[in-house]
Structures are given as structure tokens and as C-alpha cells.
């Protein structure tokens, strides 16, 4: 579906104007960390579906309807998560529910099928994308795995001594953020023949990970994969260049943004990562409806990738919302059978087209390999792994 028609038919049913509301509202719940360890991409996120919601409200909404989209900061604690679902659903009595990590939507999935919440998280887990065993669980974006097999996928072809086989580390968290894509590494450098060397768990947080990349360093892996956040990625970046480390660093979509050379410096020249969403600015169709919400609405805010994330989400589940509404099924299990009627949809170019089925609940599996050049993003080339169904959950 194209951007112009697509953002149209989105907005179907919206007024030209003010909104004239009337008496019903649909009421999405909103989970975010702005306080935790995840923080510092957790709220661009936060403020960019936030952001687009309010620009569909601006609009006329869903059909007509306005999206009262309500927030919790859980600092990225599960309990604090568990409690806030809880009222979401129980009380607030919401549709859906726009939500966050990994290890609380992972601990979550259960309960989300039973009671038929429709519930998107900014957590990119492959373990969250067979509708068999997680039916309400969404995502705008490939999962970590298919970055992960896009990064291997890339090592193989940028690997150029025939003599040996590349080497690649694996650097990442005790925590279900990062450790979901490694099972899926593990299994997909066997198959490529790259040889996975090294392991390195660090902390969830950390002010030096010096002893951790000399552990890596001893292995010398030609590769490492970063599966962090983007300030803590700085900080393992900068302790790297200071311990001269040749390894080539490649980082998840949560490490690579355009926070990192303003983080990192000059430790970040010259480092790849895998992006889901294009850079802020970047020129496809969509972006004008969001920079121009910004000028507007935020006129001294500093937006990146994760932002732009935000805004995906939100233009999606809407659509969700409006077909749901229109074939009047506007519950949990209505927007669901809903959203898994998506073939291609298009947020303009924001993130790649959305396509969610009844059997196959990724997204996409196309993601974009950038890397640090003069302080800012560069785009290197696009990846799209298979979509094998013996990577569905995975």
C-alpha cells in the first residue's frame, strides 16, 4: 500500500479542522520506561508514538473517535509493569496497550492471550512473533534475530581471507533485552561457517567495561555484536578505543542511533549497526508529517531513530484501530484480526512496509546496516534475511 494512499485511508474519517468529538473514546494504554536503565531510548520512544497519536487526534482521530492514549513509567521494572497492566485492563478497561521491554512483555505474553489485549512492544523479541503461542503479541520492525542474522549475513560477505573462517563475539546483557537474539546468532554462524568465538555478558549498567573487552580481546574476534542501548554502547565504545581494540563493532538498532557520536565520539567513527527505522530527517515520503509536527509542536527537541520508532508504532496499531472500528469489532480480539489483515502497510518509509498474518506475526525482516562517518549516520546497505518458518519464534 503506498504512503499517500495509506496515510489516507488512516486518517479516514478525520475532519478538516478542529476535531468535533463525540461522547466515545478508545483507550490505549501506555507503558513506557523514562526512568530506568533503558531510558535514554526509552523516551524518544515514549514521546514518538505519543506524538503521532496526537497528530491523528489533530486530525479527527480513529473514524471519528479520539485515541486517549494514557502513560505509566515503570523504570523498566517488571512488577511495576505486571501492576500497571493490570489496571490498564481491569479498570482503565483499555483495547489495546502500547508497551516496552523485553523481560516484562516476555513475562507478560501468557497473560496478554488470556485476556485478548492486543499489546505492542518496542521489544523486537523473535520469541514474541508466532501467533500459535503469543496471538496478541506486535511489533513495527524485524526482530533482534533477524538483525542479528542480518549482521552474520554481512560478515560473511564482507569477509574477505579465505584462509579462515571470520570470527565474531557476542556482547550483550544478563537480560531478556539482551539475550534474546542470541540463541538465533549461535545457530545462524554455524550454518554461515563463521566461527562465534566469544560470549561476553556485561551489566545492565556500568561506568566501565574494561576487564569484560580484554576477556573478548584474548579470543580476537574479527566481529562483535553489541546488544545494548545506545549510552551504555558509548561507554563500551570509548573503553574499547582506549584499550586500542581492532575488532569491528557492529551494534543493535537500540545502540545505533544519532545519539551515539554525540555519546561516544570520536570512539564511535567508523562503528555499524543495524537499523529498523530510518534516521530522523531522512528523505522519504513520511518524514514531512513528523518534522513538521516538531517545528511546531517541539521546536528546541533534538528527535533521532527512536523517535521516529515511536511514530511507526503509532501509525500502525491505529490502523488497527480504524479497520477494527469500521467492521465493528473495536475489542482486544477485533483489533487483532484486524491487524492481521496488514499486507505492506506503509508508514511513508518510516520503518519498512507492515505485514502481519494469522500464522506470522514479524513484521518485516528487512533491516538497514549504517555506519558512523563524520559523527553522523550513513547508510551502507540494506539486509533481509529469509522468512524460514523455522525461525518463527526464534
Request: proline fraction near 5%.
Amino acid at each position: 500500500m503506498r504512503f499517500g494512499k495509506s496515510l489516507a485511508v488512516v486518517a479516514a474519517g478525520m475532519l478538516l479542522g478542529a476535531p468535533a468529538w463525540g461522547a466515545e473514546t478508545i483507550k490505549v494504554g501506555g507503558l513506557w520506561d523514562l526512568t530506568g536503565v533503558t531510558a535514554d531510548v526509552g523516551k524518544p520512544f515514549a514521546e514518538g508514538v505519543q506524538d503521532s497519536i496526537a497528530y491523528l487526534n489533530s486530525k479527527g482521530g480513529v473514524n471519528g473517535k479520539k485515541i486517549e492514549l494514557m502513560n505509566v513509567d515503570y523504570g523498566y521494572k517488571i512488577p511495576q509493569a505486571n501492576a500497571a497492566y493490570k489496571k490498564y485492563v481491569e479498570q482503565d478497561k483499555v483495547v489495546m496497550i502500547n508497551g516496552w521491554g523485553t523481560g516484562d512483555t516476555e513475562a507478560l505474553k501468557e497473560t496478554i492471550a488470556k485476556d485478548k489485549i492486543p499489546y505492542f512492544s518496542a521489544s523486537f523479541s523473535g520469541h514474541l512473533t508466532d501467533p500459535s503461542k503469543t496471538p496478541y503479541n506486535f511489533f513495527v520492525g524485524a526482530s533482534y534475530s533477524d538483525q542479528m542474522r542480518g549482521f552474520l549475513q554481512h560478515v560473511k560477505k564482507d569477509w574477505k581471507d579465505k584462509s579462515r573462517a571470520p570470527r565474531v563475539a557476542f556482547i550483550y546483557p544478563n537480560h531478556g533485552f539482551g539475550k534474546a537474539p542470541i540463541e538465533a546468532g549461535r545457530l545462524y554462524a554455524k550454518e554461515l561457517g563463521i566461527e562465534l568465538v566469544h560470549e561476553e555478558i556485561i551489566p545492565a549498567s556500568f561506568q566501565d567495561v574494561t576487564s569484560n573487552l580484554l576477556n573478548m580481546q584474548k579470543k580476537a574476534p574479527d566481529y562483535a555484536y553489541v546488544q545494548d542501548t545506545v549510552s551504555w554502547c558509548a561507554i563500551l565504545l570509548k573503553d574499547a578505543k582506549r584499550l586500542g581494540i581492532k575488532t569491528k563493532f557492529f551494534l543493535g538498532n537500540y545502540g545505533m542511533t544519532e545519539a551515539l557520536p554525540l555519546l561516544a565520539k570520536d570512539a564511535a567513527e567508523g562503528v555499524y549497526g543495524m537499523t529498523t527505522h530510518v534516521p530522523y530527517g531522512a528523505n522519504v515520503k513520511g518524514m514531512k508529517m513528523v518534522t513538521d509536527w516538531v517545528k511546531k509542536n517541539r521546536p528546541n527537541a533534538s528527535q533521532d531513530t527512536v523517535y521516529i520508532r515511536g511514530w511507526a508504532y503509532g501509525l500502525t496499531w491505529a490502523e488497527g484501530l480504524r479497520i477494527a472500528d469500521k467492521n465493528k469489532q473495536l475489542t482486544g480480539e477485533g483489533v487483532k484480526n484486524a491487524l492481521e489483515t496488514l499486507r505492506n502497510f506503509d508508514t511513508g518509509g518510516l520503518a519498512p512496509p507492515v505485514t502481519y498474518t494469522s500464522t506470522d506475526h514479524r513484521p518485516t525482516t528487512k533491516t538497514t546496516i549504517y555506519v558512523i562517518k563524520g559523527g553522523k549516520m550513513v547508510k551502507v546497505e540494506d539486509q533481509e534475511t529469509p522468512r524460514r518458518k523455522d525461525w518463527l519464534a526464534l
